[in-house]
């Protein structure tokens, strides 16, 4: 089981929620991924078979076991990420959200540490959190009678709470290690981009670790052979998750270089009512390169952006028949972004409101169109965009 933080590094897609939303602990909404049940199905039977196997229980006890002991380590890993939540709250950074899912849980903030020394104690409280139940739970192993299933429940508890801990402490993102240690990289270089993409890169030597000590773990007959694809599954989501912190950082470090006023294509308008045909016609002859087609009212005021995949869809014998009001989209619709922003500010902005385009406004006048598909080539200038 895992643990991670995260905040809005990147715009998130339109429509994607982290889970089913069960309630709020702590006044932080509580989401449950559907992966939840094939965790509980993986682990009930595993621990089924481990128990009728090493153990000598019956089938029934191993179930029994095995569920109580999905309800306890789900409370478990909910304790450490209220750990890094209420951690974060208290050094004013909000939280959106915990989500519990097939590999542990995640908890959401609306933005990253303001300093190292806060990032630290944020990314160490989940840690701190399993410790301390890990030591409850070993003390009440030891308490309870040998081969019970009271017993059983409270040693696997320890040991997962234990594991936990220290599997988090592990020096690379995205796991509470690697927060821990960009955090001091980003202390002593000043440089949280670099800090951050150091610990990802350490973040995939853990991932190749895992999955060489699991195999051996397996090969030994020490680890379980049904739980080898979700081990497995483990060190595939930390090596992408580490991949994700890199590509983060070399996104980080190119925001300052994003220039709206250079980015935003230039408008051209047409008036409503103007046939399709004629406009692109227009368009052609007397538009800059790249300007985006605008529909503008009786008094010349833009009101409608056309969509160029839509026009080009109609067939070139129905173009002279059709307004061009029917492919375009109402400015009103569209989320809008002052001419003078930052880089960071947009990014902010872009985030807040998602989506493929973007009006630049100066004041009550529209200068420009702001397409995600430049936004992201200045950003990732390596990656092949969809325009």
Known sequence: MESRTRAPRRPRRPGRRPGLTVGRVCGVPLHLNVSMLLLTLLVTVTYAEFARDRLGMSPLAGYVIGLGFVVSLLGSVLLHELGH????????????????????????????????????????????????????????????????????????????????????????????????????????????????????????????????????????????????????????????????SIRYARISRRVPLIDLARLARPVFGVPTGTPLAEAQRRHAAQAPPGAAVTVLDGAGRPVALVDPVKADAVPPARRPWLAVDAVARPLAGLPTLPAGLDGERVMEAVQAHPGAQYVVTSGEDVVGVLHIADLAQVLEPTRKMNK
Not at 209 to 224: C, K, N, Q, R
């Open 85 to 244: 939540a209420l951690t974060a709250r208290r050094f004013g950074i909000g939280v959106r959200g915990i989500t519990l899912e097939l590999l542990g849980g995640y908890t959401e903030m609306d933005r990253d540490a303001p300093t190292p020394r806060v990032d630290l104690l944020v990314s160490l409280a989940g840690p701190a959190v399993s410790a301390v139940l890990g030591v409850l739970a070993v003390g009440a192993t030891l308490a309870l009678p040998d081969q019970t299933l009271a017993h059983q429940l409270a040693l696997q508890l320890a040991l997962s709470n234990v594991i936990v801990a220290l599997f988090n402490l592990l020096p690379g993102l995205p796991l509470d290690g690697g927060r821990a240690l960009r955090a001091l990289v980003w202390g002593i270089t000043r440089d949280r981009d670099r800090a951050t993409e150091i610990a990802g890169w350490v973040g995939r030597a853990v991932a190749v670790a895992t999955a060489a000590v699991v195999v051996l773990l397996t090969v030994e007959e020490i680890l379980v052979p049904l739980a080898l694809p979700l081990m497995l599954l483990v060190a595939v989501t930390l090596w992408r998750g580490a991949g994700q």
